[in-house]
């Protein structure tokens, strides 16, 4: 994406767009599970299919914060475009928040790591604030 022009603005609010719709998709069969798993499911089999669904959503909450963070660094900042709103500085302790909550509810293997590498992700991005990215 050609840096500072049009396509590079659409393709961050797509990426940023089509990881969010991963997320919306990802939580309603969760919620599909929660409501409808019981009646139709073994109590093993449910309770199986609920937490990977429960993990699913975490891995797609962590993607969606990857690229708002990489959006958010990368993107152009105009005021008429998506990327306006992603300040790395929130997104930074939105990284903590979702780690921490990662760890708590999957343990600190989960994923490969991904808490940790979420964590690194804040990092990066309050590095970004001081100019220190590359």
């Known amino acids: 994406m050609p840096p500072g ?4 603005t659409i393709g ?3 990426l940023v767009s089509r990881k969010e719709e991963g997320l919306r998709l990802a939580r ?3 919620e599909e599970v929660s409501v409808e798993g019981r009646a139709v499911l073994s ?9 990977l669904f429960r993990q699913l959503v975490g891995v797609c909450e962590a993607d969606v914060l990857t690229g708002k963070i990489l959006a958010a660094a990368r993107g152009p ?7 306006a709103d992603l300040s790395l500085s ?4 939105e990284a903590e928040r979702l780690a921490a909550e990662i760890r708590r509810d999957f343990g ?5 790591e991904l ?10 991005a309050e590095e970004g604030l001081s100019g220190t990215n590359t």
């Open 115 to 124: 808490a940790l590498r979420v964590e690194a992700w804040g990092r990066w």
């Open 28 to 30: 309603l069969c969760s």
């Open 12 to 14: 961050w609010c797509q």
């Open 108 to 112: 600190a293997e989960f994923f490969g």
């Open 77 to 83: 900042r105009k005021d008429a475009t998506l990327l």
């Open 43 to 51: 109590p093993e089999d449910y309770e199986d299919l609920e937490l």
């Open 90 to 93: 929130t997104l930074s302790v």
């Open 5 to 8: 022009t049009a396509i590079e």
